[in-house]
Nanobody, 123 residues
């Protein structure tokens, strides 16, 4: 059974940092792209903001470039999202997702989704 379990969300002040983790199981981790997506209250889910493809290529939405970093630890089947210089507009539920093979920021490519973790950035 495919499982993606997010952790690390919480409340942080603007300018602060958080690190999210996505622990994956039930599939061959090296063969999949893993992405972080987010959905703010009252808004549709965004493309991205970050994806690491199965070949190691990383993709970032313009809104997070220079602030967010996605990194994969294949030995632990875990993908991390380090978020620095957080802004109130980063407030959202962050979801981890998996897609077989190569993928970019297009959420429609992703077949498996976690339950999400809330990130709240106060001003």
């Amino acid at each position: 059974e495919v499982q993606l379990v997010e952790s690390g969300g919480g409340l942080v002040q603007a300018g602060g940092s958080l690190r999210l983790s996505c622990a994956a199981s039930g599939f061959t981790f090296d063969d999949y792209a893993i992405g972080w997506f987010r959905q703010a209250p009252g808004k549709e889910r965004e493309g991205g903001p970050c994806v690491v493809s199965s070949d190691g290529t990383t993709y970032y939405a313009d809104s997070v470039k220079g602030r967010f970093t996605i990194a994969s630890d294949n030995a632990k089947n875990t993908v991390y999202l380090k978020m620095n210089s957080l802004k109130p507009e980063d407030t959202a539920v962050y979801y981890c997702a998996a897609a077989w093979g190569a993928a970019d920021l297009n959420s429609r490519l992703f077949d498996y989704w976690g339950q999400g973790t809330q990130v709240t950035v106060s001003s």
